[in-house]
């Protein structure tokens, strides 16, 4: 039964992701899901980049919580321009909890809307919410181990970041096992290693991001590097 | 819809779960489901634990995880009994899943039922399973924030086991905060602080085993002891 249920779930949600989907591209917004476990610094890395980025292009976020606005609240004051969505126990955000909160914000200007998901390795790789990429987080800390036990959300994404990397010192975390299981579920993911604390391998981050927007949009985020080059 | 759904899952869930949690009560097993996000420590914690208790009295672990069966591999090799489900997709085990199981193990003598969630804060936290206890497991790379953003998962909790505290000079948690979040959410919730790798505070979780099993049974756990006493 419960197969039956989330395909007719699934049909109507994809439906009406890939309307508001048009919107997006007609108004050349690039929508990116992050998605990972709870804590594996999917608000750390927003605070990061919308420091760096938020003077550069139009970025707007949308926090997926069961509860509460902590996310929302550190977005903003890292700068952001965020609406906070709580699914009150649903374990994924959906297409229908997106599109209620688009007439909201279209009067905005946005280059890039980034979409913090609900912390969880299973549900939310289920649902299309209508983004251009899925980038998904992986710390150190959960172990290696996790594309054999999560391989959904592993083949969903576009991108990979293994965060924390500052903690591989003290923590047990098997690159070569991930990158074999990786070539198994995923060989073409794109992978990256960062440390929100620290900062390493950031810029990395903004490359990848500038080179997945329209090209005037991305060639803002190297503006003043270039400039200086 | 979702929620009449759900309704109706959860009814028939429960009812089937209550009719063998009436067979182990019965048989005089106890058992624990084990819940906490990926990679917090859940199967460490049945290592360290099966290594310390499994000659003096009888375990067996039930593991839950979506693919795989890279932690039952585990739990064997630290000399547990133990069987393998696979959700096939489903973010959480059910009373069905482990109704299936159960038929298989019955010959085994059993004192203790370890029943090992898949990982995730929020779903399994939706399903009786006839555990006489929840046991969560929050890792402190997490964060101290979680009870606010999953609070069904903390509120159906016995017991929150704080591990990687060997961790804690280089992440930032904050445990003032917690505690004043489990004030609102559960204020009766047992807490410990352990770490799996350094072994730190194992014995107060052992004893906190003893002291809920049959007094019989959590006796043989520290007979030893006593006997040196």
């Known amino acids: 039964m419960r197969i039956q249920v989330l395909n007719r779930v699934l049909a109507s949600n994809d439906a009406l992701a890939n309307e508001y989907r048009k919107e997006f591209d007609k108004n050349k917004i690039t929508a990116i899901n992050i998605m990972s476990a709870p804590g594996s610094g999917k608000t750390a890395l927003l605070e990061q980049t919308l420091k760096e980025i938020k003077n550069k292009i139009n970025t707007f ?4 919580d069961i509860k509460g606005d902590l996310d929302a609240q550190r977005v903003a004051k890292a700068g952001g321009r965020v609406y906070q969505i709580n699914t009150d126990g649903a374990c994924h955000l959906d ?16 280059d890039l809307l980034f979409i913090e ?12 919410i209508g983004a251009h990429y899925n980038v998904m987080l992986l710390s150190t800390p959960e172990g290696a181990d996790k594309p054999v036990k999560y391989p959904l959300m592993f083949s969903k994404a576009d991108l990979l ?3 924390k990397i500052d903690l591989l010192p003290y923590v047990n975390f098997d690159f070569k096992s991930l990158e074999k299981s990786l070539k198994t579920i995923k ?31 991305g060639r803002k985020l190297f503006k003043h590097r270039k400039e200086q080059g």
């Open 187 to 217: 060989p073409s993911l794109d992978l990256l290693k960062i440390s929100c604390k620290t900062g390493e391998g950031l810029t990395d981050w903004y490359q990848w991001l500038a080179s997945h927007l329209p090209q005037t949009i």
């Open 61 to 64: 976020v949308i926090e997926g």
């Open 95 to 110: 297409a229908f909890m997106i599109s209620q909160v688009l007439p909201k914000i279209k009067t905005k200007k946005i």
């Open 117 to 128: 998901n609900v912390g969880n390795l299973v549900c939310p790789a289920e649902f299309y």
């Open 161 to 163: 970041i293994i965060n």
